[in-house]
């Protein structure tokens, strides 16, 4: 079976991702993919928060076209963010007022005009193509520890299609409802978690859900009662049938980290700034 690496929400922390990726042995100084046949997934969130949302998304966008030559893949879920940003640039023309409040609902969550300036098209259309969801070597991978993808279909490619028909039709109630739904999260650490990630496993398939969306300092703090200092590794939680993947790489200087998943659970993880270890 070839290798998996998993990698949550960035943030627009270009270096940081670079230096990981580097130290995980999946690019080269140069930012070329080394990973031969590793399936690597992003779980969404590049842009925002950060300052290097656009670097981020184009370093992506290079490895998913290199990883295929070499019988790799690079797979890029849809985050909430990535939602939030697109929402602002759609309606900006046809409500420049922004009376929705869809533009200022992106700055207060960290938007960065800076990324809306260095926009190409193509990396618009790239954004407005991302999936919500995919299933490999076990894992069911999600941006959101939420429910709502429930909603949205009874299948993985269902709810893709779902999603990406949101996304190709700027109908701002819908659009809004979605983003709503965002702000739902610790399904699978509160409330019957562990039944609630059954059921979404049930309908979806896979053995496990790694996710991103919150912070693994968050999720300790307000769901697991665990300590907080030093989270600097993926949090398995709800039986270990979830594992949480937002290192928070974006918000702390000494935060960052990515890991390689197996059926069995986490193999490997290499973190920032101290190296790699296997877990």
């Not at 963010?81 to 697109?86: G, R």
């Not at 490999?136 to 893709?160: E, P, T």
């Not at 699978?188 to 609630?196: C, D, N, T, Y």
Request: with cysteine; aromatic share 10%; net charge negative.
């Amino acid at each position: 079976m070839r290798p998996l690496w998993v990698v949550g929400d960035i943030h627009g922390a270009y270096d940081k991702l670079r230096a990981l990726l580097l130290r995980a042995g999946l690019i080269d100084f140069d930012g070329s993919w080394t990973a031969g046949d590793t399936h690597l997934v992003f779980l969404g969130d590049y842009v925002d928060r950060g300052p290097n949302g656009l670097e981020v998304i184009r370093l992506i966008r290079s490895l998913e076209v290199q990883a295929t030559e070499v019988g790799g893949q690079v797979t890029a879920l849809l985050g909430n963010h990535e939602v939030m940003f697109l929402a602002s640039l759609v309606f900006r023309h046809v409500d420049p007022h922004d009376r929705m409040g869809f533009r200022e609902y992106w700055l207060e969550n960290g938007g960065q005009p800076r990324d809306v300036d260095l926009l190409e098209p193509s990396d618009l259309g790239w954004l407005s193509n991302r999936p919500a969801m995919t299933v490999s070597h076990g894992w069911l991978m999600v941006h959101a520890d939420s429910l709502m993808y429930l909603r949205l279909g009874d299948s993985v490619k269902d709810v893709n299609a779902e999603v990406a028909r949101i996304l190709a039709n700027p109908d701002p109630d819908e659009w809004g409802l979605f983003l709503n739904w965002f702000t739902e999260r610790m399904a699978f650490a509160l409330g019957e978690g562990e039944a609630k990630a059954r059921r979404a496993l049930s309908v979806f398939g896979g053995d496990r859900i790694v996710h991103g969306h919150t912070p693994v300092y968050v999720l300790l703090d307000e769901a697991l009662h665990g300590p907080t200092v030093g989270a600097g590794a993926p949090i398995p939680y709800a039986g270990r049938l979830c594992v949480a993947m937002d290192s928070g790489m974006a918000y702390r200087e000494d935060a960052g980290f990515i890991a390689r998943l197996n059926p069995q659970g986490i193999a490997e993880v290499v973190a920032f700034p101290s190296g790699s270890s296997l877990y």
